[in-house]
């Protein structure tokens, strides 16, 4: 029988899987307007069409995702509890967890370490330390996803003005000038695509800022000689109402940085012993 911290992995997998998806949909977005607009054809049947499938295609995968990420974050905070203040979930809960549990994907790579693993006497300072090492991980993937999609929105940006500049200076033959439909649309796909990645880098964004500010917090609170318990409880309840907003972080992303964030975070954050 899968633990509840496996359990957890593989809802958030399947999660990232289907946001995978929708990453490769608008790559697909790139790849067709670019064609599209080096191909110079009138036709625009295609595109057209695809510009009406590849936002349905991107809404179903982002509400599927949104589905396995809930069950996800559901059980983040329950192995919390659990391994912080030594609160295990009621019966009823675990075999609601364990009737619906997914399927894990094997497309995505598995976590270094355990997740919220026992480090010391269960008590509000062990509670934020793991406050403390979620957050430190989620502030430094985030801060790079959002990045990375800062830096496709604005290419895409440059490219949908290029297509779009190039395609009003064709009106400028004359009354006899047809417009080139393949361009016009092309600059649609590629403004969407960029308006997408927009969005996303954003919502990163304040992630990693609301992650920053835990971290911080968790920081200060786990070495007060005792904890106050409503300031944890504002520092919890900031945090998962980022987490609750936010998109799954891509894989790619946790791929890259994994080992790197892993070991500036052994290196520097003793675990505590009691």
Known sequence: MASLPDIMNGEFANAKLCFRAIAAIQWLVWL??????????????????FAFVAPLAMFLLRELGSHFYGKGDHLRKVLMLWRGLDRPPSEDDLLDVLASASKRSRLEPLPIGGYYAPAGAPGMPQLMFQLQESAF????????ASIVNYALSGVGLVAT???????????????????????????????FAAGTNMSAARAYGSLAEAAKVTLKKSS??????????????KALSTY??????ALPIPGYVYRFMQKRIQAAWDATQPRPTG
């Open 32 to 49: 067709i307007a670019l064609m599209t607009a080096c191909r110079g054809d009138a036709n625009a049947l295609g595109p057209a069409l």
């Open 137 to 144: 991980w989620t502030s430094h993937l985030a801060r790079i």
């Open 161 to 191: 003005a290029i297509i779009a500049f190039t395609a009003l200076r064709n009106l400028q033959g004359g009354a006899g000038t047809q417009v080139d439909f393949s361009k016009v649309f092309a600059s649609l796909l590629l403004f």
């Open 220 to 233: 200060t609170l786990r070495r007060e000689s005792e904890v106050d318990v409503i300031e944890a409880h």
């Open 240 to 245: 998962d109402a980022a987490l609750a907003k």
